[in-house]
């Protein structure tokens, strides 16, 4: 029989609408039993779309984590991530927390601890690690196939593409601008193919160069200058304890026609790897350089009718399987607080413009 659990959410804005909700509903074994949202209407309108008859609407998270529920979606902006995911584990919730981990390293630390201390389940939402290319490429990094994987580049770089919705470019509530928010997933996916999570320092730098620009050409229509107070860029130097180095770019505006958002460049001893014109794997192969483009689709099934898993369907179960069956995450907190370490660091490089050093 198939179990089904029961859900409260936290924060019904874009990425609950945009990735959760659907994900969910298309489950089909997780309940949506609460709705919680600084804006009501907000939340009775995700009640009215996503919610069981009886669920209920709170704007007050400190009440709904004392719901009947099993777990705790939290799709806040990132200074409300730590304060609701721990709340909602000393409540004895098991919690899907959105990327990024936290706004602060500290805040993250005790994210993991909390999470140790109650036994419940942190996971975040890191969903391209699901992704077709990624799981192909974890695969052959797991196989060995590039060897000792020793420089690396995260990719996360757009032309003019900054959000103007929501908190996005609002340094106090986000923590900071495409670092914290694109850059993010690009490293993470970076240093999950690596399966390196031990750094030496870091070294950074950020830029406002292009947000006081009023007649932007933004892909989402001009920005307000005065509530643009994040980086427009970033970019940080990352040396690992093995000696590895990764490179991390992160743009919404910067003059570049070399553009590509969550994706991971990887050099080996063996071969490398990109996912700049979908997944390629470099290597010498009878004394002679190739490039092999995996075929990520269907495998050339005549039936096969085009329908694919989304990222956040495959997170949605993974989650749900963690929690019913004991199932491993694919997505541990420890991993991802080394993401929001790093993120941190290249910010403290900038305003400081020294080296960080970790012990």
Request: charge should be negative.
């Amino acid at each position: 029989m198939t179990k089904i659990i029961k859900a409260g959410v936290v924060g019904c804005g874009g990425i609950a609408n945009g990735k959760h909700f659907p994900a969910i509903k298309k489950n089909g074994k997780i309940e949506l039993v609460a709705f919680c949202d600084l804006i009501k209407e907000r939340a009775e309108k995700a009640k009215e779309e996503y919610g069981t008859p009886d669920a209920r609407v709170y704007t007050d998270y400190t009440e709904l984590v004392k719901e009947d529920v099993d777990v705790v979606y939290v799709l806040t902006p990132n200074n409300a991530h730590a304060p609701v995911s721990i709340a909602a584990m000393k409540a004895g919730k098991h919690v899907m927390c959105e990327k990024p981990m936290a706004k602060t390293y500290a805040e993250a630390k005790e994210m993991v601890k909390t999470a140790k201390e109650t036994g419940k389940i942190l996971t975040i939402g890191y969903q391209n690690r699901y992704r077709a290319d990624s799981q192909y490429l974890k695969s052959a990094c797991e196989a060995d196939e590039l060897g000792e994987i020793y420089y690396a580049k995260a990719h996360a770089i757009r032309r003019r593409a900054v959000p103007t919705w929501g908190v996005f470019i609002d340094e106090e509530k986000q923590g900071g601008g495409p670092l914290i928010d694109i850059g993010t997933h690009a490293l993470d996916l970076t240093l999950w193919m690596m399966n390196n999570y031990e750094p030496a320092s870091v070294t950074g730098s950020t830029y406002r160069k292009l947000a006081d620009q009023t007649q932007t050409g933004n892909a989402w229509g001009d920005w307000d200058p005065k509530k643009f107070t994040v980086e427009d860029s970033a970019f940080g130097f990352i040396k690992m304890k093995n000696g590895a180095t990764i490179v991390l770019e992160a743009s919404w505006a910067l003059n570049s026609l070399d553009v590509d958002e969550a994706k991971t460049s990887l050099c080996g001893t063996k071969a490398g790897a990109d996912m700049k014109d979908g997944l390629r794997i470099n290597r010498v192969h009878h004394g002679r350089q190739c490039v092999e483009k995996p075929d990520l689709g269907a495998g050339g099934v005549a039936f096969y009718d085009g329908t694919e898993e989304k990222p956040a369907d495959i997170e949605a179960e993974v989650f749900y399987n963690a929690v019913t069956k004991g199932t491993p995450l694919t997505v541990e907190p420890e991993q991802a607080l080394v993401v929001t370490q790093l993120l941190e660091a290249i910010y403290e490089s900038a305003k400081t413009g020294k080296t960080i050093y970790f012990d």
